[in-house]
């Protein structure tokens, strides 16, 4: 939100917060959800990117369309482990999970 529409709602009376005030989660909690974001974000772009299917992709993993439409749907019923596991389904390396969890080291390399 930029500066200006931020004062104008402080203003008039609007508390203006982030997601992690408004849902009260600690540092550790919003640093999970980042991870787990990243890891769903770059899963979708390597599908996208392979012109890979949901169905495609769940034939390798040997699961269903539904659980890989609910990975891109960020549907917290999907574990950390299956989305690794359908990452490196696309080919992705280890080193391509790193990159995709710490941006910063793309950057600084």
Known sequence: MDENKRKRLEAAGWKVSD?????????????HIRFVNSIRDALRA???????????????????????????????????????????ATGATVLDIADAIAPERVQAA
């Open 19 to 31: 997601t992690q005030e408004f849902l009260n989660l600690s540092d550790e909690e919003m640093a």
């Open 46 to 88: 390597r599908r996208a990117a392979g012109g890979l299917s949901q169905y495609a992709l769940a034939k390798r993993l040997g699961s269903s369309k539904s659980q890989v439409a609910k990975m891109d749907a960020g549907d917290p019923a999907i574990s950390l482990d299956l989305l690794v596991r359908a990452l490196l």
